[in-house]
């Protein structure tokens, strides 16, 4: 969780920067070229300046979500943000081990999924030994839970 409040403070420092440093600076330059109602270093400045506001509110929406996830309240022994899933596919007979991230960590190369995918919904707040049925677009899949490491645990 950590890792992901420091890369989100990076980007808004990043865009923080270009806002009140650069922007400005390239909209000064084009406004000296004259006419600005034909001028596309204007407009495309202005654009930007425009996306970098709406993204900086996104980052500090997320932020002040991230600040107010209390630890103390993701469950110990039940699947919960940052836990790390051992399941059982019962029609494969295959073992998948998932961890369970927030939006903005997924890699699914990793086997990271989102809590808000559909298996990642299936899988909180179960247990070991739970059968999760998940239904996903060629039918349904059921996955037995079979060892939970959870981000208590990972933590020490």
Known sequence: MEDLKKTLQQEIAALDNELRVELPREIRKARAHGDLSENAEYHAAKERQRYVEA????LRQRMAELSMIDMSKIPHDRV????????????????ITYRLVASEQTDTSKGWISTGSPIGRGLLGKEVGDIVRIQIPGGTRELEIVKLTTIHDLED
Request: glycine share 10%; proline share 0%.
């Open 55 to 58: 993204r900086l509110a996104q």
């Open 80 to 95: 919960g943000l940052g836990s790390e899933v051992v399941v059982l596919d019962t029609a494969k007979d295959e073992e």
